[in-house]
């Protein structure tokens, strides 16, 4: 089980000094784990009931902690449902399927994710060194830019792009938005840039539905917790009813797709206390 502390979290060295001597970890190795502004990886622990014990009691400590469950981030229920196009009005989120259309109140959205999928990627293949040593660059390049530069490139066996995925209070399946063929000209005019307007449509659903867009994939120690967590993905099941069976699944990436089950679990649990308060 993790147990993630939300990006709400301040990130002063005060904080950081108090959350080291709450949880008996060292400032340093937390300071490595966690960043204001988006969810951070405490620990992750084999016994259930010690996490969520740790997790109540850094939450009557003051911070923002919660526990999610690992298996989440292979969690068959949690489908990832490519969508054909969208549209956005007063109160809701206009979702087309494959062969039906299904109108979603703003309300019921509980975060975004924003990232790039690489189709096909396998975390046993992937560097922890080179993805770890990637933080240190002088330059880091927005995620459109990276789009742009891959959009420039010939095509040949590395396929990865743009996407969003869009997680809800209501449902576990997630509905995915491929900057490549998910059609949301009715909301963001086409500007030559997919991942661009990508962006944009995700900053415009957030403002609208009043939710975050986590965009902290690329340096996320979730995210590498997602890497590192083996390939082994869960039985695959038949999607909710609704949802229809024949709904295109999205390729899949075992880094981003983990991670964005994950954040949207955080989120979710982090949307139920804010309720109850």
């Known amino acids: 089980m993790l147990v993630l502390l939300a990006p709400s979290f301040d990130g002063k060295a005060e904080s950081f000094a108090r959350l080291a001597n709450v949880t008996g970890m060292v400032a340093y190795d937390l300071k490595s784990r966690i960043k204001s502004g988006s969810w951070g990886l405490v620990r992750a622990l084999g016994d259930d009931a010690h996490a969520l014990e740790l997790a109540t009691h850094l939450r009557q400590e003051g911070f923002p902690a919660f526990a999610v469950p690992s298996e989440v981030a292979h969690d068959s229920a949690r489908r990832i449902i490519a969508l054909r196009a969208l549209e956005l009005t007063d109160t809701d989120i206009v979702m087309h399927l494959r062969e039906r259309s299904m109108p979603?109140?703003?309300?019921?959205?509980?975060?975004?994710?924003?990232?790039?999928?690489?189709?096909?990627?396998?975390?046993?293949?992937?560097?922890?060194?080179?993805?770890?040593?990637a933080t240190f660059r002088a330059v880091v390049p927005s995620a459109s830019e990276v789009q742009v530069f891959r959009e420039s490139m010939p095509s040949g066996n590395f396929d990865a792009f743009a996407a969003a995925d869009l997680h809800f209070a209501t449902v576990?399946?997630?509905?995915?938005?491929?900057?490549?063929?998910?059609?949301?000209?009715?909301?963001?005019?086409?500007?030559g840039s997919a991942a661009a307007d990508l962006d944009r449509l995700v900053d415009e659903i957030g403002r609208r539905a009043g939710v975050r867009v986590d965009r902290a994939v690329r340096a996320s120690s979730v995210a590498s917790f997602a890497q590192q967590g083996g390939a082994n993905s869960a039985p695959r099941s038949m999607p909710p009813q609704s949802v229809s069976p024949r709904s295109k699944e999205a390729a899949t990436d075992e880094r981003f797709d983990p991670y964005s089950r994950i954040i949207g679990e955080a989120e979710r649990q982090l949307v139920e206390a804010q309720a109850q308060v």
């Not at 790039?116 to 040593?133: K, L, N």
């Not at 576990?172 to 500007?191: K, Q």
Request: with cysteine.
């Open 104 to 133: 979603i109140p703003y309300a019921a959205l509980t975060c975004v994710v924003r990232g790039e999928v690489q189709h096909g990627r396998s975390a046993s293949r992937s560097s922890p060194t080179a993805s770890s040593s």
């Open 172 to 191: 576990l399946w997630i509905a995915r938005l491929d900057a490549r063929s998910t059609d949301f000209s009715a909301v963001v005019p086409a500007s």
